[in-house]
């Protein structure tokens, strides 16, 4: 069996990045769980599905289009948002749970990044990293992701949007944003992207040995 890894942290902390550079030095697959959640919002929104509306997000989960994971809108500002909002149905999240399991059971290991993968999906996983950065940075990053559209404006818009996101994931019932006891705090607010997956890599050899 090799090794599962789960990294988890609210949005923009630069978990995607370290999960995915984590992926590709041990040569594991990689799933970004976040996508599968914008995937649902995106088919809700589309099919003008009410953000509560529990039974039919469900259903639109369980038969989830995956071409929507390469739709443009995936990553826009709007669907992050309504992806924070249909996460805390418990529906949404027991359609993912199996394909989120069996894609951390496969035989060669895997990682996997989201909001609840040390927690509810993968809580054996042999390394569980917690990345996280100061909200003020996050914003920034994400902000510059986004083209740095608006000016300050958009700033100050994109660190409002994280703040409303990173409460809801923090409150909800449903599979909560949460470090989990045996994870690895890894704070990137000083560290740029090289440094952070340097710093990811190091803590992955230490817990799991080198690469094979
Ligand atoms: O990339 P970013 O961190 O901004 O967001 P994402 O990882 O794509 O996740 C979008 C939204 O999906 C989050 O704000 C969460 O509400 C939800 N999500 C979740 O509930 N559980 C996960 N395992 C992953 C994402």
Redesign the pocket.
């Known amino acids: 069996m090799g090794p599962v890894i789960a990294v988890d942290g609210p ?2 902390s630069g978990k ?1 990045t370290i999960a995915r550079a984590l992926a590709q030095h041990f040569g594991l697959p990689h799933l970004d ?3 599968l ?2 995937a649902v919002a995106l088919a809700a929104a589309r099919a003008q599905v009410a953000t509560d509306d529990g039974p039919a997000l469900g259903r639109l989960a369980s038969g989830l289009d995956l071409s929507l994971l390469e739709d443009p809108d995936l990553r826009s500002a709007d669907t ?1 948002q309504r ?2 909002c249909i ?1 805390a149905c418990p529906e949404v999240r027991q359609a993912l749970l199996a394909f989120q399991r069996d894609f951390a059971a496969q035989a060669g290991g895997a990682v996997l990044d ?4 040390g927690t509810v999906i993968a809580p054996d996983a042999e390394l569980k990293l917690f990345v996280t950065a100061a909200p003020e940075v996050r914003a920034r990053r994400r902000w510059l992701e986004l083209g740095a559209a608006g000016g300050l404006a958009g700033l100050a818009a994109v660190a409002a949007e994280i703040r409303a ?1 990173d409460a809801r ?1 923090q409150d909800r019932a449903a599979a909560p944003l949460r470090m989990a006891d045996d994870a690895i705090l890894l704070d990137t607010t000083d560290l740029d992207k090289d440094m952070a997956v340097r710093r990811a890599i190091e803590l992955a050899i230490s817990r799991l040995g080198p690469a094979s």
Do not use: F, L, V
């Not at 989201?114 to 993968?117: H, K, L, N, Q, V």
């Open positions: 949005a923009a995607g769980t976040g996508a959640y914008r992050a992806a924070s996460s989201g909001r609840d993968i996101r994931d």
